[in-house]
């Protein structure tokens, strides 16, 4: 699945904790809901997105819909 969160509003957030090996591989925190392993990330990138694929993820529990994921860069 692909989820879009390129469009910061509340309740869909994230930001870009760590970059490495030149923005090939990232670490973010965010807010939205449904996000798995596996899954597409569609960031901000200048005027468009770019694509990520989420390596892993882990949720907290209060609140619930925060979370912690390593993604690595998956061009289309």
């Known amino acids: 699945m692909t989820h879009d969160i390129s469009k910061k509003s509340w309740g869909c957030n994230y930001n ?12 973010l925190v965010g807010w939205h809901s449904g996000i798995k392993n596996g899954d597409f990330l569609l960031l901000k990138q200048d005027d468009g997105t770019t694509r990520y694929l989420v390596e892993s993820i882990r949720y907290e529990s209060n609140p619930p819909d925060m979370w912690f994921a390593t993604a690595s860069f998956a061009p289309r």
């Open 16 to 27: 870009i904790m760590e970059l490495r090996d030149g923005g090939m591989s990232v670490d």
